[in-house]
């Protein structure tokens, strides 16, 4: 599978909590993004960083890449119970015009 | 997203029956796409299309036919429904025109329920 690897593959903490997710990859890529899916929904784009950025910011979200070892991190700071939801991560590789996802991050804030 | 919608929301039908998802999109987007959606597995890609004369296959079309009648629409038709087609299917749409590294950001519809019996 051409898949990302993300981990954790849920994550539970207590809102007022940062909440960091992990994405490695496998090839060379333009960009890759994350996106954010409330149960049984469709995905919502959140951020998209490029291949020669390092470090992105918006609102409560952080995002890292490290194409030396190809893998990136979403932080989401001063979690909030409406964060609960699923994050995948996707990439966009060099050629080939299609996004590959990850396989998500469950993520469950309680008040 | 309102922009990109799906017909039906949810469907049930039986083993062996010819089955159609609808997507509509008012954005404007030259490239859609189908994915089918599994627990545990992420998005995988079935089907997507540049323009109304571009169809490509993806990871997992087996079993599966597209067509993309307008540039608005794109249909994703099960031939012969099968249990394990039973999934969450949505569709996504993307602008070709903006710079090489943001083009392909994708706008999702709310999805399709398909169960297969």
């Known amino acids: 599978s051409q898949q990302g690897e993300e981990d954790p593959q849920a994550l539970s903490i207590q809102e007022g909590e940062n909440a960091t997710m992990n994405c490695s990859y496998k090839?060379?890529?333009?960009?890759l993004q994350w996106y954010r899916q409330n149960s049984g929904r469709g995905l919502v784009h959140l951020i998209l960083?490029?291949?020669?950025?390092r470090e992105k910011h918006s609102g409560r979200l952080r995002v890292t890449l490290d194409t030396s070892k190809k893998s990136s991190s979403l932080l989401i700071t001063a979690s909030r119970a409406a964060d609960t939801a699923s994050y995948f991560c996707?990439?966009?590789?060099?050629?080939?015009?299609?996004?590959?996802f990850g396989t998500g991050t469950r993520l469950q804030v309680f008040p | 997203d309102a922009d990109v919608t799906q017909t039906p929301r949810n469907r049930i039908t039986k083993t062996g029956k010819r089955i159609m998802l609808e997507c509509s999109q008012t954005?404007?987007?030259?490239?859609m796409y189908w994915y089918r959606q599994d627990p545990g597995l992420g998005l995988r890609l079935i089907y997507y299309?540049?323009?109304?004369?571009?169809?490509n296959k993806g990871e997992i079309s087996d079993g599966y036919s597209v067509s993309r009648q307008a540039q608005a629409k794109f249909s994703l038709s099960l031939e012969s429904a099968i249990p394990n087609q039973t999934a969450l299917y949505f569709c996504?749409?993307?602008?070709?025109?903006?710079?090489?590294?943001?083009?392909?950001?994708?706008?999702f519809g709310p999805g399709t329920r398909l169960t297969v019996l």
């Open positions: 996504a749409t993307s602008d070709l025109r903006g710079d090489i590294f943001s083009y392909n950001e994708q706008f």
């Open positions: 090839t060379s890529i333009n960009n």
């Open positions: 960083i490029r291949s020669n950025e």
């Open positions: 996707a990439t966009d590789p060099y050629n080939t015009d299609k996004l590959i």
């Open positions: 954005k404007g987007h030259d490239r």
């Open positions: 299309s540049f323009d109304v004369k571009d169809i």
